[in-house]
């Protein structure tokens, strides 16, 4: 069975600085994809990055960045320069190997507050 | 770019209603799932078809049913609907081809009085 805790209480961070938020997972599939979605109070589900078990290289998209370190089973997503517009609920997800097993399982999510 | 579109997007129901939301997914995309985020929870995997055939079934309780029609449309049935059923109901796509591509829509907000 696939797991992800995120376990860090409300985080807030000062705008124009750098956040990370923590994942840990736990399956038993080699192959398995790591996921972060924004969900900001209006509700929709915002894909940001995506790191699978084999790539080589830590995932970047533009100012997202996904710490994987895959011995330790962390999956931790860096925002860096906060925006207030980042202020959000935050969830990683994660998925089995491709075909059947596609589902996402998610973390109960971690809420980012921006201070101006 | 296309997104996935679902509908509709607030559904008020009184208990032992019924009630149906559809999704369109991304087209091409050969994969719809359903997940259901109750208030202040992440969200549950329902249910997900393959190329019209149920591919993968979660907690999905028995009286709701869902199908994928020839069009790649999907729709969740859901009956006798209890006020636990409130919810955020989540339809999302993804390709076989694209492992690293799961996109939500924006979700029907279902309550249930």
């Known amino acids: 069975a696939q797991k992800i805790t995120q376990t860090q209480p409300g985080m807030f961070v000062q705008e124009k600085e750098a956040v990370t938020l923590d994942c840990t997972y736990d399956t038993s599939d080699p192959s398995y994809g790591l996921f972060w979605y924004k969900q900001p109070s209006s509700g929709e589900m915002i894909f940001l990055i995506y790191?699978?078990?084999?790539?080589?290289q830590n995932a970047t998209e533009g100012r997202y960045s996904l710490n994987f370190q895959k011995a330790r089973k962390s999956a931790n997503l860096v925002i860096s320069a906060s925006q207030l517009g980042d202020s959000a609920m935050y969830f990683c997800?994660?998925?089995?190997?491709?075909?059947?097993?596609?589902?996402?399982?998610f973390g109960k999510g971690i809420t980012l507050s921006v201070r101006p | 770019a296309a997104g996935v579109i679902q509908s509709p997007r607030h559904l008020i129901k009184e208990k032992r209603e019924t009630a149906t939301l559809k999704c369109y997914p991304i087209?091409?995309?050969?994969?719809v799932y359903w997940y259901q985020q109750g208030p202040g929870q992440d969200p549950q995997f329902l249910i997900s078809?393959?190329?019209?055939?149920?591919?993968d079934k979660g907690s999905i309780p028995d009286r709701f049913s869902a199908q994928q029609f020839s069009d790649y449309h999907s729709e969740l049935n859901m009956s006798s609907l209890e006020l636990g059923d409130s919810a955020l109901y989540f339809c999302?796509?993804?390709?076989?081809?694209?492992?690293?591509?799961?996109?939500f829509g924006p979700g029907t907000r279902l309550t249930v009085t």
């Open positions: 999302a796509s993804s390709s076989r081809t694209a492992p690293y591509e799961q996109y």
């Open positions: 997800a994660m998925r089995g190997p491709t075909g059947a097993n596609s589902k996402l399982t």
């Open positions: 790191q699978g078990s084999y790539d080589q």
């Open positions: 087209p091409r995309h050969d994969t």
């Open positions: 078809f393959y190329e019209k055939m149920q591919s």
